[in-house]
């Protein structure tokens, strides 16, 4: 069975920090294109960061200079640090991997809740 599993969530305040863990299971995660996502209530999930097999990053835009996306294929283990978090920031974030067309997982799991706030 293919499993991942975000940890590492919780509230802080504006300006704070947080490291997120998706731990995976299953075969061939070095493939694979790793991502978190996050959604905030009402409204439609968006891809924060990703990470190729080899190392290539991608954040969105509003988020770029403050969280810093990586992974350790050896351990199967992709990480999201979040610095000088926002308010805006608040939402469930979840990891998942794309391989073309394949999702590493076939289903969203339950995510980690992240809330900024004072």
């Known amino acids: 069975q293919v499993q991942l599993v975000e940890s590492g969530g919780g509230l802080v305040q504006p300006g704070g920090s947080l490291r997120l863990s998706c731990a995976a299971s299953?075969?061939?995660?070095?493939?694979?294109?790793m991502g978190w996502y996050r959604q905030a209530p009402g409204k439609q999930r968006e891809l924060v960061a990703s990470i190729t097999s080899v190392g290539s990053t991608y954040y969105v835009d509003s988020v770029k200079g403050r969280f810093t996306i990586s992974r350790d294929n050896a351990k199967s283990m992709v990480y999201l640090q979040m610095n000088s978090l926002k308010a805006e920031d608040t939402a469930v974030y979840y990891c998942?991997?794309?391989?073309?067309?394949?999702?590493?997982?076939?289903?969203w799991g339950q995510g980690t809740q992240v809330t900024v706030s004072s």
């Open positions: 299953g075969s061939i995660f070095s493939l694979y294109v």
């Open positions: 998942n991997g794309r391989r073309g067309s394949i999702w590493y997982g076939n289903s």
